[in-house]
T-cell receptor, first 113, second 115 residues
Framework: GAGVSQSPRYKVTKRGQDVALRCDPI?????LYWYRQALGQGPEFLTY????????KSGLPNDRFSAERPEGSISTLTIQRTEQRDSAMYRC???????????FGSGTRLTVV | KNQVEQSPQSLIILEGKNCTLQ??????????LRWYKQDTGRGPVSLTI?????NTKSNGRYTATLDADTKQSSLHITASQLSDSASYIC??????????????FGTGTRLTIIP
């Protein structure tokens, strides 16, 4: 596609429910990042994929968070048993290769009530 | 711990004036440094990217500098316009323990241009 696409744009969920956030990167982009941004805060790194390999997941807050990119293109970030503190804007970014410019998606605004 | 600190947190200036935003980092090993502009509710948009060997890079009215020895960068905006109102985020790329590039984000400077 022309840009990085994320869905849904908005997600409101009850505490304790699981959510899955989708990122569709630019076609051919090898590197894919997930990060989240709480209101008034700077973005926080979550995890990184190189093709289908999740090379760095050191930013995932705890084991309720997981991500996959099984075919090296679309990625899914899953949050199990959501908590109110998970509320944030979740963005993904993709890049043709390491060291190249990143294109960010418009994000998924997650609200846990 | 890799950190990126930006100052000031917020800045208000008159249209037409110049301003300079600061970024200090402790990311190591260092790969490159990027400045992004983020309008409210939008994703960040890249302004400049500089590697270790580059001291300055311009993009229109935006000029970024990098001092890799002191681990400092600045973004200078010339002849500000109302459309420059946004958050400006400094992002430093390093190499993680896993061998991949890892981005560390600053908390941003909120710039407001008033007529």
């Amino acid at each position: 596609g022309a840009g990085v696409s994320q869905s849904p744009r908005y997600k409101v969920t009850k505490r304790g429910q699981d959510v899955a956030l989708r990122c569709d990167p630019i076609s051919g982009h090898v590197s894919l990042y997930w990060y989240r941004q709480a209101l008034g805060q700077g973005p926080e790194f979550l995890t990184y994929f190189n093709y289908e390999a999740q090379q760095d997941k050191s930013g995932l807050p705890n084991d309720r968070f997981s991500a996959e990119r099984p075919e090296g293109s679309i990625s899914t970030l899953t949050i199990q048993r959501t908590e109110q503190r998970d509320s944030a804007m979740y963005r993904c970014a993709s890049s043709l290769a390491m060291g190249q410019g990143y294109t960010f998606g418009s994000g998924t605004r997650l609200t846990v009530v | 711990k890799n950190q990126v600190e930006q100052s000031p947190q917020s800045l208000i200036i008159l249209e037409g004036k110049n301003c300079t935003l600061q970024c200090n980092y402790t990311v190591s090993p260092f790969s490159n440094l990027r400045w992004y502009k983020q309008d409210t509710g939008r994703g960040p948009v890249s302004l400049t990217i500089m590697t270790f060997s580059e001291n300055t890079k311009s993009n229109g009215r935006y000029t970024a500098t990098l001092d890799a020895d002191t681990k400092q960068s600045s973004l200078h905006i010339t002849a500000s316009q109302l459309s420059d109102s946004a958050s400006y985020i400094c992002v430093v790329s390093g190499i993680s323990n896993f061998g991949n590039e890892k981005l560390t984000f600053g908390t941003g400077t909120r710039l407001t241009i008033i007529p």
